[in-house]
């Protein structure tokens, strides 16, 4: 079954810190083990290792200071999302750049 990326986009969007369903819901769309991925950045950090391997995971705070932000590249992708938290600006920027790759992937034969 294909995971829904644009509806795991719009909660993280509406997320503003941890929510045990949204973990497992984004451990059932990427198959891997549950964790507390909205509340830990080192699960976060390790998922992104896991589900695209090739990528950079920069992290930081914008211009103004107040929010984190984290940047995913690699594999022709430059994705920046801010967040109330890193680990939602981590999951923001892996779950854009899943629907990136699922965009532009060719269409099954």
């Known amino acids: 079954m294909a995971s829904d990326w644009r509806g795991l986009e719009r909660r993280l969007m509406q997320a503003t810190g941890a929510e045990s369903g949204l973990?497992?819901?984004?451990?059932?769309?990427f198959g891997v083990a549950p964790a507390p991925f909205t509340?830990?950045?080192p699960d976060c950090r390790a998922l992104v290792e896991t589900v695209?391997?090739?990528?950079?995971?920069?992290?930081?705070y914008g211009a103004n200071g107040m929010f984190p932000y984290a940047l995913l590249s690699g594999e022709g992708l430059h994705i920046v999302s801010e967040a109330p938290t890193v680990p939602l600006a981590i999951l923001r920027s892996l779950v854009a750049a899943r629907t990136a790759q699922e965009r532009s992937a060719p269409p099954a034969a």
């Open 39 to 41: 509340a830990s950045v």
């Open 52 to 60: 695209v391997p090739g990528m950079r995971l920069h992290l930081g």
């Open 23 to 29: 973990d497992g819901d984004l451990a059932a769309a």
